[in-house]
């Protein structure tokens, strides 16, 4: 599987992925998921989006990524947001993390890189008994301008043009934007499916934060830096003065429960 470096625009990634709709946290306390107190493995985590998030609503917030650079961002922004967070150096199948010790992991925008099968046994090593498995994803659609403009550009780096990252590339079947396959490893895995729903939002862009958006998407961020510039330079030449971009987004969420 092609593995991508986030490390080499982990500083472009911190700037542009504060998109998370305020719609997720609700839709999960609608659902009965209650964060106040609860300890939470974010793994996957990035520049710690997702962990100040839920940080906010007073889980007990863990981070663990395999690249040191976007951790870096992480701790920077702790400083800079007054958050207190603790980030560790880790990967999905070894996150270093305490056996039975937490009541969820989080998983946003990273699934489909992982190992799923031995990630997932370090899922239920470090989640207590009935613990809660809460997986998500969020990207841009493609019903704007600005987006299929943006498209063309990146596709022409790329032969036979732009495919899904990851393991996504492999499947045959998505629901929601996830892969099939998915659901049956899940349940094989000793994970109940509590919940899979949708949600649809929309995210206001300059030009400027658009193109560091762009180049922190996995299509450019496997490129080497001379031609990821030059693909953002001419995206500069073609796309529109006229601000904001409102660019549609979804955000596909799955809420799974460990069995006993």
């Known amino acids: 599987m092609d593995i991508i470096n986030y490390g080499q625009v982990a500083n472009s990634y911190a700037r542009s992925r504060e998109d998370i709709p305020v719609s997720l946290i609700d839709s999960l306390y609608i659902r009965g998921i209650f964060l106040d107190g609860k300890k939470v493995a974010d793994i996957g985590c990035g520049t710690?989006?997702?962990t100040r998030k839920l940080a906010i609503r007073k889980a007990e917030m863990v981070g663990v990524d395999l690249?040191?650079?976007m951790l870096e961002e992480a701790k920077t922004l702790n400083r800079l947001k007054n958050f207190q967070i603790p980030y560790y150096v880790g990967t999905s199948e070894?996150?270093?993390?305490?056996a039975n010790h937490y009541d969820m992991v989080t998983?946003?925008?990273a699934w489909h890189?992982?190992?799923?099968?031995?990630t997932l046994e370090e899922i239920k090593?470090?989640?207590k008994a009935q613990g809660t498995l809460i997986v998500i994803d969020s990207g841009f659609l493609k019903d704007s301008d600005v987006v299929n403009k943006t498209i063309g550009v990146v596709s022409n780096l790329f032969e036979g043009g732009l495919n899904p990252s990851g393991t996504k590339a492999k499947s045959k079947q998505?629901?929601?934007?996830?892969?099939?396959?998915?659901?049956?490893?899940?349940s094989n895995s000793g994970f109940e499916l509590r919940d899979f729903y949708k949600l649809n939002y929309s995210v206001s862009?300059?030009?400027?934060?658009?193109?560091?958006?762009i180049e922190s998407v996995s299509w450019l961020a496997r490129l080497d830096s001379e031609t990821r510039k030059n693909a953002l330079n001419t995206l500069a030449e073609i796309l529109t003065d006229q601000e904001p971009y409102a660019i549609p987004h979804e955000c596909n969420v799955c809420i799974l429960k460990l069995r006993e």
């Open 48 to 50: 710690g989006v997702l």
């Open 67 to 69: 690249s040191t650079e």
């Open 94 to 98: 070894n996150t270093g993390l305490a």
């Open 107 to 109: 998983v946003m925008r």
């Open 113 to 118: 890189w992982f190992d799923r099968e031995k």
């Open 125 to 127: 090593r470090i989640l």
């Open 174 to 186: 998505m629901i929601n934007d996830f892969p099939v396959e998915w659901f049956e490893e899940w």
């Open 205 to 213: 862009f300059t030009k400027e934060t658009w193109l560091e958006r």
